[in-house]
């Protein structure tokens, strides 16, 4: 038999994951058309608004917004973004690869001498340039909608009295 805490932990796990994916298909398909636009010669400066960061953030806003009334709503953002962030960089590191492997000359190809230390610096180091404002900015979501939604119920009970 389960115990209730090993089925709220499977929930979480879930729940996390359920919500992670989507945004790892919006991750595996980004880093590759970021490339492609570096590739065909638009300044960085326009690139850089298409970026993983921003699509975390977006994300952790989003997830905020969904998870503001759930019991463990921090335990599922943090979770969400640990599932996210690490598998969202990996490409970064591929392309890295391809880059490197052809002298294709893109912003991708600096700072690493191989695979491994570029897999390493994208999926541990990426991963918290993501993890540390996403989960600020998810928690910060959650408390300005708990609030909110606090607000409305008081206003509610006001008038209904």
Known sequence: METKINIKQKT???RALRLAKTAILFALIL?????????IGLPERIIFIIGLLWLTL????????????EENALGVLLLSLLLFSPISRFPVA?????DHKWEI???????????????FQQV????????IPGF???TITIAIMRKKNNGIK???TIHNE
């Open 31 to 39: 880093t590759p058309i970021r490339f492609s636009l570096e590739l």
């Open 136 to 138: 600020l900015l998810g």
């Open 124 to 131: 541990v180091y990426g991963s918290l340039i993501q993890l």
């Open 154 to 156: 008081k206003m509610n």
């Open 94 to 98: 591929v392309i890295w690869w391809i």
């Open 105 to 119: 000359g893109t912003h991708y190809s600096l700072h690493f001498d191989n695979f491994a230390q570029a897999a």
């Open 58 to 69: 977006a994300f952790a806003i989003y997830w905020g917004i969904k998870l503001y009334n």
């Open 12 to 14: 979480t796990f879930r």
